[in-house]
C-alpha cells in the first residue's frame, strides 16, 4: 500500500495514525508508504546534487520511481473538489500535472475527457471540467486500467455533480468505458437550496461514492449500477456500515455521455426541456464585489462619488481588485460601444461612471446596479448588449435540482448570477438573441411546427406566456415534485395541441408577466399600471429598521416600527427554491443589509427607511401570484391529461444556436 499527500499537515498527522495502527496490530512500522509528492505529477525522478541527505527529496524521488515502475492495480481516495479559474494576467503554470499538461511520452489526459463532449456539441461546458477531482478521477483510471492495461479498481468518494451535470459528461463516459462494473452510490447531501440534506461530511456539497471495476475480460458492455442513501449523517453511515456489493440496486441504462442516475418512466421525461425550447442560456453578471449593487440609486451615486474622491493610491482597497478588475484596468465599455475605458486609478473626482441601472438581483428583487465594466468581473457583456423594452430575461436552475414555488421566474433588466434562488449557472435565457427584438432565443423552425401542430398563430410573446402560465406558479412544483427531485437538469414542459387550452395558458401567461416584471411588459390595452394589493400601511417606519418579524394569528408584518397587514402566510412563506422571497428581500434593506461586504463603500447606506412603496408591491405581486395558482394548477391538469407534442416531433437546437450571438 501506497499513500500520496501533497499538503505537510495531513501527511504528518497520517504518519503518526497510520504508525499508531501498525503498532497496536504488530506490524514493523516500515510498512507505512506515505509519500510527500503531487500525485498527480508524472515527471522522472530527479537527482539531487546536494551533499547532505535531503529526506524530502528523498521521498519525492520514491514516489517518482513508483509513478514510473510500478502498476497500481486499487486506487482509492476522497480526492479535492476546487474548480480553477484563472485570474486575469495569470501566467502561471495550472494545477492538473499529466492529467492536464501530459508526460513525456504521454498527451495530456484530459483529452479523452473533453474530445466525447465535443463530438457531442457540449464543448462550451468543458471549462467545468478543470476541477481536481475531474483530475484526480482521471489519473486514477489510468494507473488501474490502462498502465499497462489490465484490471483493476477504483473507488473515489467526490462531489456528485459527475453523476447528471452536463459539464461532467465527460466524467460519465470515462467511466462507461474504463470498468465492466460501476457502482454508485448516491449519498446526497445538498446545503443550498432547495433540497437541503444533511451531508456525510461537513460540507455544503453533495457527495457520491463510486466503485469501477475492470476485470481485464473482453466484454462488449459495462454494467452500471445505482443505490441511493437517504436521511441523516448517522443513518446514512449506519447504511454504509452494512452494505455490501450484493446490495440490492437499481440498473442505470445507457452509455457514454449519458446521466449516471436511473430515471424514472414518467411521462414528463417525454417532453422537451426548456433548453430545447430556447436554446441560449447564459449566465447572469458577477461582479465578484457587492458595493456596485445597491437598493437605490442615490446609493450607488454616493458610493462611486466617495471612490473617485480619494486619491488614486487608496481607490485599491475601496475597488477590491480581483485578478480580472484593478484600479489599473481599461475594459471596453458595457453599455455601448466606444474606446476603452480610463482606469479607475486615473479618473477625475468629476467622471462619471457609465451608467446606474435596474438590476434583477434575486427573484422578486430589483435593484440597481453601477454598470460599469471597470467594478465588474464577468458582467456579461452579451446579456447587456441585448437588453431593450422588448427583451424578458428568464431564469430557472438547469445544473441542480430545483424546489418548491415557481420553477421559472423573469426579469425586465440584466439579472445577477445568482437571480433565481441566490444561486446559479448558465440559467439565463432571453427571450431575444438581438436588442432590437428581431431574432427570437428560440430553435430555428419551432415556432412553425407548433403552428402547424395546434393551429392557431403564435409568436415568441405568446409562447413564453405559455411557459409562464405553467411554470411560475407553485402548480407545476407541486405537481411534479417527485420528477424535480429525480435529477438536476433543465425542467421538462407539457406542449398541448389543443388551441384552446394553449390559448387560455397564454391568457394566464400574460397576466402573470405583467406582475412579474413590475408592469414593465405585457400591459394590457389601457392599464399600464399594476392594481393596488389589500396590504396596507398601518403604522409608519420611523429611522431605519435592523429586524423584522411575521406575526401569523393576526397577519401582521412587523418592520422596525412600521407595522402592515394583512398579510397572509403564503405570502411570508413564498420560496423560490429555498429562497423565502420576502425574508430576502427585506434582509437587503435592513440598517446594517444581509450578506457579506467586499469594501467600506458597502457601509454607505441609504439614510432613511424609503421603501414601504415598494415592499407592498412586492407583497402584492407574491399574493396575486398565490391567488391565481389554483387556475394555473387546474389548466396544468388539463394540458399534461391532453393531447401532447413530444420532444422527438419538434426540432433540435443546433450548437451554433447553443452560444451567445455575435456582438
Known sequence: MHAFELMLAPYTIAHLKLALRLRDEGLPSESAQILLTDTLDHEPPQLSLQLMADPVAAEGRRASELKQKERFTVVIGNPPYDREQRAEGDTG?????????????????????????????????????????????????????????????VVFITASSFLDGISMAGVRSLLREAFDELLIVDLGGEGRGALIEENVFEIRTPVAIALGVKTGINSTSGTARYIRLSGDRASKYEQLEHMSLSHESIPIPGDGLDLLIPRSRAAYWAWPSLTHLLPWSYSGAQFKRTWPIGSTRAVLNQRWKNLVSQVPRDRASLLRETGFRTTRTTPLPLLGPGPHLLPIGNLDREDNPEGIKPYGYRSFDRQWVIADNRVADRPRPHLWAVRSKNQLFLTTLTSAKLGRG?????????????????????????????????????????????????????????????LHALLGTSAFSDRFADELAEMAGPVHIPMTSNPDLFGRAVALGRELLWYHTWGERFQPAGNPNLPEGSTLQLSAIHGYPDKFRYIPVKQILEVGTGRFGPVSQEVWDFEVSGLKVLHSWLGYRMAKGKGRKSSPLDDIRPARWVFTEEMLRVITVLQHTIDVTPAA???????????????????????????????
Open 633 to 663: 394548477a387546474q389548466l396544468l391538469e388539463e394540458i399534461v391529461t391532453g393531447p401532447l407534442i413530444p420532444a422527438a416531433d419538434l426540432p433540435t437546437p443546433t450548437e451554433a444556436e447553443r452560444k451567445p450571438p455575435k456582438s
Open 93 to 153: 503554470r495550472r494545477k492538473g500535472g499529466v492529467v492536464r499538461h501530459g508526460a513525456a511520452g504521454f498527451e495530456p489526459l484530459i483529452k479523452d475527457l473533453t474530445k466525447p463532449m465535443k463530438d457531442a456539441g457540449l464543448g462550451l461546458h468543458i471549462k467545468n471540467l478543470y476541477n481536481d477531482y475531474v483530475y484526480f478521477w482521471r489519473w486514477a483510471v489510468w494507473q488501474a486500467t490502462q498502465l499497462p492495461p489490465g484490471p483493476g479498481i
Open 406 to 466: 415557481p420553477v421559472l421566474t423573469v426579469s425586465p433588466y440584466v439579472p445577477d448570477m445568482h437571480h433565481f434562488s441566490s444561486r446559479g449557472a448558465k440559467d439565463v435565457m432571453p427571450l431575444y438573441r438581438d436588442r432590437a427584438a428581431r431574432e427570437p432565443n428560440l430553435t430555428q423552425g419551432l415556432l412553425e411546427t407548433l403552428i402547424e401542430r395546434i393551429g392557431t398563430p403564435i409568436d415568441p410573446h405568446e409562447l413564453v406566456a405559455y
